[in-house]
């Protein structure tokens, strides 16, 4: 069974830093490029990084240079590193499988407010 859980949300001020962490089971991160997305709200879907099978990553204008993704396979775990922190960067973080709109949590809340 596919399972895919994020946390490390939560509330921070304009500038700091959170880390995401996304516990998967059920698959090999070997097999499957794996995505940052996250949806503010009465917002779409919006993709914010991604790593292919190779370890390549790539990231959305709005966050490159902020945010940092990483894998660790010996814990199944993606984690999203990110710094310099924004109001505009509020929002629900999930990671998904495959593409954007595949397999994902439940999410985990970034809220950036002063």
């Known amino acids: 069974q596919v399972q895919l859980v994020e946390s490390g949300g939560g509330l921070v001020q304009p500038g700091g830093s959170l880390t995401l962490s996304c516990v998967t089971s059920g698959f090999s991160l070997f097999d499957y490029w794996m995505y940052w997305v996250r949806q503010a709200p009465g917002k779409e879907l919006e993709w914010v990084s991604y790593m292919n099978t190779i370890g390549h990553t790539a990231y959305a204008n709005s966050v490159k240079g902020r945010f940092a993704m990483s894998i660790d396979t010996s814990k199944s775990t993606l984690y999203l590193q990110m710094n310099n922190l924004q109001p505009e960067d509020t929002a629900v973080y999930f990671c998904?499988?495959?593409?954007?709109?595949?397999?994902r949590g439940q999410g985990t809340q970034v809220t950036v407010s002063s």
């Open positions: 998904t499988r495959g593409s954007s709109n595949g397999p």
